[in-house]
């Protein structure tokens, strides 16, 4: 097979993840949980369907549950990616340019997915492109989502980033806080072995590690180290966009803390008049 039938496969295999990882993203667990207690999530607290706002409505143990279901679609993305690589894309000596960062890829798709699932766009075309209006569509804000995408990629940074986020909330009581911060220090544990030359995933679950890397052969490597960084930018960029009205809470003084109440409507739009956050 010739160098541009290789691409080409590489090509039509990532857009098939990428397309398959957007609706695997957009299915909103939160709101799922929400409907089966004959409730719509969006009409309670900060009205985000998200694992926070679940577990100011029903409590920590749903939050967990929707957190853990939020995150395996990352993880289960991830690791399809993960797989196909090994076994479809795995012989980068056929190019000459490294094309493990593409393993990320569909990741972030899922990413989007959580965030703007198509049920949004949807609501968008509806209301005349009138965004607020179709907020009460919008996903989750893509923390959990994230984590597992971590997870799938090598879990031993992705530990150390959660251990890190629970000591965060622990002593902050801020989540939007421990998530941001977290995001921000996660890509830094993935690419700085990857800008040595060490390896790019090393995860004993999947054997995913292609080759030892030739440290001289730094060139070769730069679209890998490049591509990376531009994804998890991409990610914590959406992360914060989602999270733009818990920073603005953040630095006014005003945002709520974890597990403030149950079934609280309109959390969000009364928190400026709760500047103790209790």
């Not at 939007?176 to 921000?184: I, K, Q, R």
């Not at 679209?223 to 930018?233: A, C, D, E, S």
Request: aromatic share 14%; charged share 15%; hydrophobic share 50%.
């Amino acid at each position: 097979m010739s160098q541009n039938m290789n691409i080409l496969l590489v090509i039509l295999i990532i857009i098939s993840l990428c397309v398959i990882g957007y609706f695997i993203g957009g299915i909103i667990f939160a709101e799922i949980y929400a409907k089966f207690k004959n409730d719509d999530i969006h009409k309670f607290g900060s009205g985000n369907p998200g694992a926070t706002n679940i577990g100011r409505t029903y409590g920590k143990v749903a939050a967990i549950s929707v957190a853990l279901l939020d995150a395996s679609k990352g993880y289960v993305t991830t690791v399809i990616s993960l797989l196909c690589f090994k076994y479809l894309i795995h012989d980068n000596t056929k190019f000459n340019f490294d094309l493990t960062f593409l393993i990320f890829l569909p990741g972030l798709f899922t990413l989007i997915g959580h965030c703007f699932p198509i049920q949004y766009f949807a609501a968008l075309v509806n209301n005349n492109w009138d965004f607020k209006k179709a907020k009460i569509r919008s996903g989750g804000k893509g923390v959990a989502t994230a984590g597992g995408i971590y997870y799938a990629i090598s879990p031993y940074p992705a530990t150390i980033l959660l251990i890190l986020w629970v000591i965060i909330v622990y002593f902050t009581k801020y989540v939007s806080m421990a998530s941001l911060l977290v995001l921000l220090i996660g890509p830094f544990l993935f690419l700085i072995p990857v800008f040595l030359n060490l390896y790019m995933v090393n995860n004993t679950w999947f054997d995913a590690k292609i080759k030892d890397v030739d440290l001289l052969n730094f060139q070769k490597h730069m679209l890998n180290f490049i591509g990376i960084l531009i994804i998890n930018v991409s990610m914590f960029g959406i992360v914060c966009f989602k999270h733009r009205a818990n920073i603005k809470r953040l630095i006014e003084g005003t945002e709520l803390k974890v597990w403030v109440s149950k079934k609280n409507k309109n959390l969000e739009t009364t928190a400026t008049s709760q500047p103790s956050n209790s």
